[in-house]
């Protein structure tokens, strides 16, 4: 082991961390276009609200799913080079959702994209925590917030490509998938030099594991609640992003387009808010902004389907700050539970916690066919109330103990 690698990893490498949140950005802008294309499914095969709910909940289980098993298996055999195959597969899926002309064949299509996701998340906070050196918080948040704003993106996508273009215009996302998996290559082979002396430097932490054998019950207990409290925030994220441009057409009487205003700034806050949660934990701590991530904004979110057009705008602006701050430092603090299990933490969290948000578009999607948007969104509007569940959580300096 040479000198200069030993001293890398003793340091933030902004040029990885950079380079990884841009792919992650053009990633999740092709999971974006599958929501942002709702509308105009909606209109152009007469889809219901529960067959759009189907295709959002199939895209994120197979990449919610697949994301810890990709993690685990990651643990045992690090895959550099899986992350731009991953790119591939979500290319051919892009392809297809251009040409696919019903639902069955449109559902095949977001099972290609979803694989794609499910590689490249574990595998992407994998590279963004080798990268961090001490500032894991900002390192995550470099990564993260290039995903959130990809999936900012997505009314900018229905406004400019798919409203004119219609379904065809997924046919431009082939090329960007494309574009990310030559980015991708490059990072790999720096990721591939990283692997051997990650190992080495955690040899002594891996005997120790294995001398503690199970997890202890207090980490196991903090992993489930964490799930839990990542998916009560995914849950209000999946139903703001995918339904509330339906709500503003209905109650404010906006076109598809204008509509989109409303995801925009929510998204936008979002990944505003993804950037300066990291360095905020690593000051304040990872409980203290997981915990304000849910609670600050809960009586904005009760406020909000009260609200007329523009105090709404602002209120979802604010919202989406607030709720998201805290999405790369649940990924942190899920890492340092279990240090020794990197890709199967990222993958839970990132994966299985917050894809499993996917259920409750289905969910949303039958109990608006069923009662009608403004009940839905009211209902909605009370869910950041679960995140008193923090105050269960194990402090930041209780980890460390825990983990020594």
Known sequence: ????????????????????????????????????????????????????????????????????????YTDRRPMPYALPIGLLSSMFGMLGLAFAPNLPLILVSVVFIGLGSAVFHPEGSRVAYLA?????????????????????????????????????????????????????????????????????????????????????????????????????????????????????????GLTIAQSQTFIFVFLLAGAIGTFIGGPLADRFGKRTIIMLSLIAPAPLTILLPYCGPFVALIVIGIIGVLILSSFSVAVVYAQELVPEK???????????????????????????????????????????ILGLLTFLLPSDEKIRELNR
């Open 1 to 72: 082991m040479t000198k200069s690698k030993t001293l890398q990893q003793n340091k933030t490498m902004y040029s990885i961390l950079i380079i990884m949140g841009l792919t992650h950005l053009l990633n999740d802008s092709l999971q974006a276009v599958v929501p942002a294309m709702f509308p105009i499914l909606e209109r152009s095969l007469g889809l219901t609200f529960t067959q759009l709910g189907l295709i959002t909940f199939t895209l994120n289980m197979v990449a919610s799913v697949m994301q810890p098993v990709v993690g685990m």
């Open 132 to 252: 961090a050196g001490p500032k894991r918080g900002l390192a995550q948040s470099i990564y993260q917030v290039g995903g959130n704003s990809g999936q900012a993106l997505a009314p900018v996508i229905t406004a400019l490509v798919l409203v004119p273009m219609g379904q065809f215009g997924a046919i431009w996302f082939v090329g960007v998938a494309f574009i990310a998996s030559l980015f991708l290559v490059y990072i790999s082979r720096w990721y591939a030099t990283q692997i051997e002396i990650f190992k080495r430097n955690n040899a002594k932490k891996k005997d120790k594991s294995k001398v503690k054998g199970k997890l202890q019950r207090t980490i196991l207990i903090a992993v489930i609640l964490l799930v839990v409290i990542v998916f009560v925030r995914s849950l209000y994220h999946s139903a703001i992003s995918n339904y509330y441009a339906f709500y503003a057409i209905q109650e404010y």
């Open 342 to 384: 990197i890709g199967t933490m990222s993958g839970l969290i990132v994966g299985l916690a917050f894809g499993m948000g996917a259920l409750g578009s289905v969910f949303f999607g039958v109990l608006i066919d069923g009662v009608g948007l403004t009940p839905t969104m009211i209902a909605v509007s009370f869910l950041p």
